[in-house]
């Protein structure tokens, strides 16, 4: 077939599949969370993603990132403002009792101008656009501007990955082998617990289907000419263009490690809730209750020597 160049339309393919997921309806504890997190906040929107929109797990801890117009539309100190003006995202925990049962999320925060910064083609970092190139809910937005908004950064988003999937892939492949090939570079890039065929179970099921869609709609829309060879796929690139493509992500591979780390100092000073964070996924992975005291959950630093003293006294040392 001749090479598919850019197509003006394709952009509203992407919007529409997008926007078809962002709409879709989620638990209604899920819903019930959401709105007693955000109460009186100006909040521009709450994006739901993650393994807890994949696949329900009562006891498991669900995802959010909270999109704000301005720093100081979120309720917290001067010091985590900065901190999240400086390196982005802050990270919350917090914990709802929803219809009798305790729901768990982590918080992350942005504002719309962090989301179109990072969700942009010369961002050094790959964290944001890499997480929103796969599904997500919008369970809260302000009104119509806002979701529109936001919605541009997630198409943003799907471009930016699937040109760095285009760039980095094999020369020819179904269009899952570019997924897969892009999501193992990116969490090499990045500090990150699951195992290595995690780039593997992100395309199972009928979310294969739905990255299948996506890549060439977004490669049309970006401009980026290919082949279609039955059901693989094959980008007009030259030898010239990869290796640039390459020399570019590098850099970005080797920034990846430093910033994650640098994200974990920070959220020793400003990750709200996270001794409490730390408790659950100390009892959920080794049956250790913590049991901590409201001082220590609003002061974990100042009570680490006696978490660590009960922590010895446990026994979780010695496992």
């Not at 993603?49 to 720093?71: A, M, N, T």
């Not at 809730?273 to 609003?298: N, Q």
């Amino acid at each position: 077939m001749d090479d598919v160049r850019y197509d003006p339309l394709a952009a509203g393919r992407v919007a529409r599949i997008l926007t078809d997921e962002l709409v879709r309806p989620v638990e209604p504890a899920v819903t019930a969370f959401v709105g007693e997190l955000v109460g009186d906040a100006p909040v521009m929107g709450v994006l739901f993603y993650g393994s807890g929109l994949r696949q329900v797990d009562p006891e498991g801890i669900l995802d959010f990132y909270i999109v704000l117009d301005r720093q100081a539309d979120w309720p917290r100190g001067r010091a985590a403002r900065e901190a999240n003006a400086l390196l982005p995202p802050n990270v919350e925990y917090h914990e709802r009792i929803i219809e009798g049962a305790c729901v768990r999320a982590k918080v992350a925060i942005l504002t719309i101008g962090q989301f179109r910064a990072l969700t942009a083609r010369a961002s050094l970092d790959t964290t944001i656009w890499a997480r929103f190139c796969q599904p997500a809910r919008l369970v809260w937005v302000r009104d119509a501007a806002a979701a529109d908004a936001i919605l541009g950064c997630l198409i943003r988003a799907v471009g930016v990955a699937a040109w760095w999937a285009a760039m980095l892939g094999p020369e020819s492949g179904p269009a899952r082998a570019f997924w897969e090939g892009l999501f193992r570079r990116t969490y090499a890039a990045e500090l990150r617990v699951e195992g290595g065929d995690r780039s593997i179970s992100l395309l199972a099921g009928e979310l294969g289907g739905r990255f299948d869609a996506l890549l060439p709609a977004a490669w049309a829309a970006s401009g980026v000419s290919f082949r279609e060879e039955g059901d693989r796929l094959r980008p007009s690139l030259s030898a010239g263009t990869r290796a640039r493509a390459a020399r570019q992500w590098r850099i970005r591979a080797d920034l990846g490690r430093p910033l994650n780390v640098a994200r974990l100092f920070k959220a020793a000073f400003t990750f709200a809730g996270g001794a409490r964070y730390i408790a659950w996924k100390m009892r959920r992975h080794s049956g250790v209750d913590l049991a901590l005291t409201p001082f220590e959950a609003s002061h974990p630093l100042i009570c680490l020597p006696r978490l660590l003293w009960r922590l010895k006294g446990a026994g979780i040392f010695r496992r």
